[in-house]
Protein backbone atom coordinates (compact mmCIF):
# COMPACT_ATOMS: atom_id res chain seq x y z
CA UNK A 1 0.00 0.00 0.00
CA UNK A 2 1.17 3.76 -0.87
CA UNK A 3 1.69 5.39 2.12
CA UNK A 4 -1.11 8.36 2.80
CA UNK A 5 -0.07 11.63 1.22
CA UNK A 6 3.48 10.14 -0.14
CA UNK A 7 3.38 11.24 -3.68
CA UNK A 8 6.18 13.85 -5.04
CA UNK A 9 6.07 17.07 -6.92
CA UNK A 10 8.47 17.52 -9.91
CA UNK A 11 12.22 16.50 -9.30
CA UNK A 12 13.82 19.95 -10.02
CA UNK A 13 11.16 21.34 -7.95
CA UNK A 14 11.31 19.07 -4.92
CA UNK A 15 15.25 19.46 -4.89
CA UNK A 16 14.63 23.23 -4.56
CA UNK A 17 13.17 22.12 -0.91
CA UNK A 18 16.11 20.61 0.31
CA UNK A 19 19.89 21.42 1.60
CA UNK A 20 20.82 17.90 1.05
CA UNK A 21 24.65 18.34 1.90
CA UNK A 22 23.44 20.31 4.80
CA UNK A 23 21.14 17.72 6.23
CA UNK A 24 23.53 14.94 5.78
CA UNK A 25 26.35 16.96 7.40
CA UNK A 26 23.57 17.56 10.53
CA UNK A 27 22.92 13.91 10.83
CA UNK A 28 26.02 12.62 10.70
CA UNK A 29 26.25 10.59 7.82
CA UNK A 30 29.73 10.10 6.65
CA UNK A 31 32.48 7.10 5.96
CA UNK A 32 32.13 6.22 9.70
CA UNK A 33 28.46 4.51 8.31
CA UNK A 34 29.08 0.92 6.44
CA UNK A 35 25.59 -0.72 5.49
CA UNK A 36 22.64 1.88 5.44
CA UNK A 37 18.58 1.32 4.26
CA UNK A 38 16.53 3.26 3.29
CA UNK A 39 12.71 3.77 2.47
CA UNK A 40 11.17 5.31 -0.03
CA UNK A 41 13.80 6.62 -2.46
CA UNK A 42 12.06 9.11 -4.19
CA UNK A 43 14.34 10.51 -7.20
CA UNK A 44 17.33 9.44 -5.47
CA UNK A 45 17.51 12.93 -4.08
CA UNK A 46 19.38 11.67 -0.52
CA UNK A 47 20.09 8.08 -1.95
CA UNK A 48 22.70 9.14 -4.37
CA UNK A 49 24.72 11.02 -1.78
CA UNK A 50 24.10 9.37 1.00
CA UNK A 51 25.84 6.41 -1.16
CA UNK A 52 29.09 8.73 -1.71
CA UNK A 53 29.56 9.44 1.79
CA UNK A 54 29.36 6.00 3.18
CA UNK A 55 31.63 3.21 3.09
CA UNK A 56 29.54 0.16 3.11
CA UNK A 57 26.31 -0.25 0.66
CA UNK A 58 23.33 2.11 0.26
CA UNK A 59 19.76 0.01 0.52
CA UNK A 60 16.95 1.57 -0.93
CA UNK A 61 13.21 0.51 -1.83
CA UNK A 62 10.65 2.55 -2.87
CA UNK A 63 7.00 0.98 -3.97
CA UNK A 64 6.70 2.98 -7.09
CA UNK A 65 8.73 1.55 -10.06
CA UNK A 66 9.32 4.57 -12.02
CA UNK A 67 11.83 5.91 -8.69
CA UNK A 68 13.42 3.08 -8.32
CA UNK A 69 14.09 3.54 -11.99
CA UNK A 70 14.99 7.30 -11.83
CA UNK A 71 17.33 6.46 -8.87
CA UNK A 72 18.95 3.97 -10.45
CA UNK A 73 19.66 5.53 -13.99
CA UNK A 74 21.11 9.11 -11.56
CA UNK A 75 23.39 6.44 -9.57
CA UNK A 76 24.70 5.02 -13.01
CA UNK A 77 25.30 8.47 -14.09
CA UNK A 78 27.15 9.72 -10.97
CA UNK A 79 29.51 6.61 -11.30
CA UNK A 80 27.67 5.08 -8.05
CA UNK A 81 28.42 1.58 -7.54
CA UNK A 82 27.17 0.74 -4.23
CA UNK A 83 23.60 1.31 -4.04
CA UNK A 84 21.09 -1.29 -4.73
CA UNK A 85 17.44 -0.29 -5.37
CA UNK A 86 14.35 -2.37 -5.34
CA UNK A 87 10.76 -1.77 -5.94
CA UNK A 88 9.08 -3.53 -2.40
CA UNK A 89 6.05 -2.34 -0.33
CA UNK A 90 7.51 -1.62 2.76
CA UNK A 91 4.34 -0.90 4.43
CA UNK A 92 3.50 -4.38 3.60
CA UNK A 93 6.61 -6.66 3.54
CA UNK A 94 8.82 -4.95 5.94
CA UNK A 95 12.49 -3.77 4.55
CA UNK A 96 13.88 -7.89 4.61
CA UNK A 97 16.97 -8.71 5.53
CA UNK A 98 18.73 -10.12 8.46
CA UNK A 99 18.38 -8.15 12.14
CA UNK A 100 20.52 -5.96 13.23
CA UNK A 101 22.64 -5.91 10.08
CA UNK A 102 22.69 -2.02 8.84
CA UNK A 103 24.52 0.55 10.87
CA UNK A 104 21.53 3.00 10.03
CA UNK A 105 18.32 2.98 8.68
CA UNK A 106 16.55 6.39 6.85
CA UNK A 107 13.14 7.58 6.93
CA UNK A 108 13.05 10.45 5.40
CA UNK A 109 10.06 12.43 4.96
CA UNK A 110 7.59 9.66 5.23
CA UNK A 111 6.60 9.21 9.17
CA UNK A 112 2.79 11.07 8.27
CA UNK A 113 2.54 7.09 7.15
CA UNK A 114 -0.31 5.58 9.20
CA UNK A 115 1.44 3.18 10.80
CA UNK A 116 4.52 4.78 12.17
CA UNK A 117 4.88 3.02 15.11
CA UNK A 118 5.33 -0.72 13.40
CA UNK A 119 7.46 1.28 10.39
CA UNK A 120 10.06 2.87 13.53
CA UNK A 121 10.22 -0.82 14.88
CA UNK A 122 10.95 -2.33 11.42
CA UNK A 123 13.73 0.18 10.83
CA UNK A 124 14.93 -0.48 14.34
CA UNK A 125 15.09 -4.26 13.35
CA UNK A 126 17.26 -4.26 10.72
CA UNK A 127 20.18 -1.77 12.86
CA UNK A 128 22.81 -2.90 14.36
CA UNK A 129 22.80 -2.08 18.45
CA UNK A 130 24.79 1.14 18.94
CA UNK A 131 23.12 2.21 15.24
CA UNK A 132 21.30 4.86 14.22
CA UNK A 133 17.52 5.40 13.16
CA UNK A 134 17.33 8.70 11.30
CA UNK A 135 14.55 10.76 10.82
CA UNK A 136 13.57 14.04 9.06
CA UNK A 137 10.61 15.90 8.15
CA UNK A 138 8.89 19.38 6.99
CA UNK A 139 8.60 21.29 10.34
CA UNK A 140 5.17 21.33 11.74
CA UNK A 141 4.04 24.58 10.49
CA UNK A 142 1.79 25.58 7.61
CA UNK A 143 3.87 28.07 5.74
CA UNK A 144 5.81 25.21 4.68
CA UNK A 145 5.65 25.54 0.58
CA UNK A 146 5.03 21.76 0.72
CA UNK A 147 4.75 18.77 2.83
CA UNK A 148 1.78 16.57 4.58
CA UNK A 149 -1.38 18.14 5.67
CA UNK A 150 -0.78 19.44 8.85
CA UNK A 151 -3.60 17.10 10.51
CA UNK A 152 -0.83 13.70 9.90
CA UNK A 153 2.29 15.59 9.87
CA UNK A 154 3.85 14.58 12.95
CA UNK A 155 5.32 16.71 15.66
CA UNK A 156 9.22 16.10 16.70
CA UNK A 157 7.98 14.84 19.96
CA UNK A 158 5.32 12.47 18.38
CA UNK A 159 7.89 10.99 16.60
CA UNK A 160 10.06 10.64 19.82
CA UNK A 161 6.98 8.65 21.45
CA UNK A 162 6.50 6.56 19.11
CA UNK A 163 10.27 6.09 18.43
CA UNK A 164 10.27 4.88 22.42
CA UNK A 165 6.96 2.70 21.87
CA UNK A 166 9.56 0.42 19.71
CA UNK A 167 10.92 -0.01 22.86
CA UNK A 168 14.30 -0.25 20.37
CA UNK A 169 14.74 3.33 20.54
CA UNK A 170 16.25 6.55 22.45
CA UNK A 171 16.89 10.32 21.12
CA UNK A 172 19.84 11.15 21.60
CA UNK A 173 19.43 14.80 20.93
CA UNK A 174 17.16 17.33 20.88
CA UNK A 175 15.82 18.02 17.30
CA UNK A 176 18.31 19.19 14.95
CA UNK A 177 16.96 22.41 12.70
CA UNK A 178 17.67 21.20 8.85
CA UNK A 179 16.75 24.83 7.07
CA UNK A 180 15.24 25.84 5.78
CA UNK A 181 12.55 23.48 5.98
CA UNK A 182 12.96 20.71 7.83
CA UNK A 183 13.98 18.77 11.21
CA UNK A 184 15.52 15.76 12.40
CA UNK A 185 15.85 13.57 14.92
CA UNK A 186 18.71 10.65 15.53
CA UNK A 187 17.24 7.49 17.43
CA UNK A 188 20.37 5.15 18.89
CA UNK A 189 19.16 1.51 18.55
CA UNK A 190 18.69 -0.28 21.88
CA UNK A 191 19.11 -3.93 22.68
CA UNK A 192 16.23 -5.47 23.34
CA UNK A 193 15.23 -5.16 27.31
CA UNK A 194 15.83 -8.21 28.49
CA UNK A 195 18.90 -9.32 26.25
CA UNK A 196 21.78 -10.75 27.75
CA UNK A 197 24.12 -7.89 26.42
CA UNK A 198 22.55 -5.49 28.38
CA UNK A 199 24.42 -7.13 31.26
CA UNK A 200 27.62 -5.30 30.00
CA UNK A 201 26.26 -2.22 29.76
C1 LIG B 1 7.46 11.94 0.16
S1 LIG B 1 8.44 10.83 -0.78
C2 LIG B 1 10.04 11.00 0.01
C3 LIG B 1 11.16 10.47 -0.84
C4 LIG B 1 12.56 10.63 -0.23
N1 LIG B 1 12.66 9.94 1.04
C5 LIG B 1 12.91 12.08 -0.09
O1 LIG B 1 12.80 12.59 1.04
O2 LIG B 1 13.32 12.71 -1.10
C6 LIG B 1 7.91 9.24 -0.19
C7 LIG B 1 8.37 8.06 -1.04
O3 LIG B 1 7.93 6.85 -0.40
C8 LIG B 1 7.45 5.96 -1.39
N2 LIG B 1 6.50 5.02 -0.76
C9 LIG B 1 5.20 5.24 -0.42
N3 LIG B 1 4.65 4.15 0.12
C10 LIG B 1 5.62 3.19 0.13
C11 LIG B 1 5.63 1.84 0.56
N4 LIG B 1 4.55 1.26 1.08
N5 LIG B 1 6.79 1.14 0.42
C12 LIG B 1 7.89 1.74 -0.13
N6 LIG B 1 7.92 3.02 -0.56
C13 LIG B 1 6.80 3.74 -0.43
C14 LIG B 1 6.81 6.87 -2.43
O4 LIG B 1 6.68 6.23 -3.68
C15 LIG B 1 7.77 8.06 -2.45
O5 LIG B 1 8.79 7.90 -3.41
Redesign the pocket.
Known sequence: ???RE???PEEAY?ETL?DVPLILDRLGIDARLRNVI??????G??AIPVAKRISGTLTT????EG?IERTRQRAAAAGVCNLVGEV?????EGLGGDAETNDAC?L???LH?EEPVRLLAEAARVVRPGGAVLV?HWRYDSATPRGPSMDIRPKPESIVAWARQTGLLEAEAPQIDLPPWHYGLRFVRLNPAGDPRNASR
Open positions: MKLSGMWLELGCGYTFFDIDMRDVFALFNICI
